[in-house]
């Protein structure tokens, strides 16, 4: 019983600190994504709720095309048929893309991917180099 209340409070810690590590990472993200944006106070509140419906639809498709989602075969008939999942991860962009556009105009929202991805790439490079100084 002892071992197992350890056990428990071992998988607490550690679940708190992915999430402080997360919640870490998305404040960075938003961060990065208002300044590259040049987002005003009120762009920011009225993007980002609508941004974070995006994100999860995004990581939804995401999961299911690494097959760690129990919704994976809802695409294409059980298959895991990767372009049809790159398929759906467009359409979102699109659809998204269109939601952005009225807030914050067309050519922002279509930077907004191009940001995105230099955040992915500038999130990579940081955790390579704690990494390597490690």
């Known amino acids: 019983m002892i071992i197992f209340c350890f056990c428990i409070i071992g998988l607490s810690t550690t679940y708190a600190q992915d999430n402080e590590r997360f919640q ?3 404040n960075e993200k938003i ?4 300044r590259e944006l040049n987002l005003s106070r009120k762009e920011a509140q009225d993007f980002f709720p609508i941004y974070n419906e995006y994100s999860k639809e995004m990581w939804s498709v995401k999961k299911a095309k690494t097959g760690n989602s129990p919704s994976r075969n809802n695409l294409r008939g059980g298959s895991r048929d990767v372009i049809a999942y790159d398929a759906k991860e467009l359409e979102i962009k699109k659809n998204y ?3 952005f556009s009225k807030v914050i105009g067309a050519s922002r929202s279509s930077q907004f991917f191009q ?7 500038y999130l990579i490079k940081s955790l390579n180099n704690r990494k390597n100084n490690n």
């Open 97 to 99: 893309r269109e939601k």
């Open 24 to 26: 870490i990472i998305e």
């Open 115 to 121: 940001v995105e991805q230099e955040f992915r790439e």
């Open 31 to 34: 961060a990065f994504i208002t």
